[in-house]
């Protein structure tokens, strides 16, 4: 994932696509429903990574 934006709110992600501290990103260990990519762009999905604000949100509400 080359973007460092959010396809959804278009804040930063912060995405780690390199090995990281530990060698994984925090959305290695995120489960995400699968309902929150139809809030992706068609031109964004699998190439831009949604930040942990938004998915939270979604999960907040589907609640």
Not at 3 to 18: D, S
Not at 20 to 46: A, T
Request: net charge negative.
């Amino acid at each position: 994932m080359a973007n460092k934006y959010c396809p959804i709110c278009g804040e930063e992600n912060n995405c780690m696509t390199g090995p990281g501290e530990h060698g994984n990103c925090w959305c290695d260990m995120e489960e995400f429903p699968n309902g929150i990519f139809e809030l992706v762009p068609v031109e964004s999905r699998r190439k831009h990574c949604i930040c942990k604000d938004c998915l939270n949100k979604y999960k907040e509400e589907q609640q």
